[in-house]
């Protein structure tokens, strides 16, 4: 089974073991649809969920009874089953299926490889191309197209030429 990155520890929250998280899925509420989650390949049931005013996910694991053993999860990656994942609309992407990549111009110009995405207030993409890093955002007007199948990204490149950046 393949499994996706679904947020990090921030902090433990109180003294019950709860888990403050940064989800990485579209919607906090995302992470309930997971029956297990996965921390340095160890599964835990989720207990509690909730999303406070600040945006963040609240967490509670089975196996993390207080604070003290909270503590020990601080910046780790939560992981999910592929297939407990909620359904995708279309356009949208799992970040592991646009990692690896070709990014390319409509003209077939290949200009590197994605090699990571850092999720802001729009995904930035990171491609490589001869030990070169490229950095863009990805909206619209600047990608033009996202073939999975394939693993191609193409890109419009006069707008990916005015912002991309070294």
Partial sequence: MQRLVIGEVLKPQGIRGE???????????????FKTVYIDDVAYKILSFRVGNDGAAYVGLRGIPDRNAAEFFRGKKLEGERDDAPPLEEGQYYIIDVLGCSCETESGEILGTVVDISNLSSDIYTIEKAGKKILFPAVKGVV?????QNKKLIVDKTVFDEIAVL
């Fill in 19 to 33: 888990l403050k998280i940064k989800t990485f899925t579209d919607a906090p509420e995302d992470v309930k649809a």
């Fill in 144 to 148: 033009k197209k996202v073939d999975i």
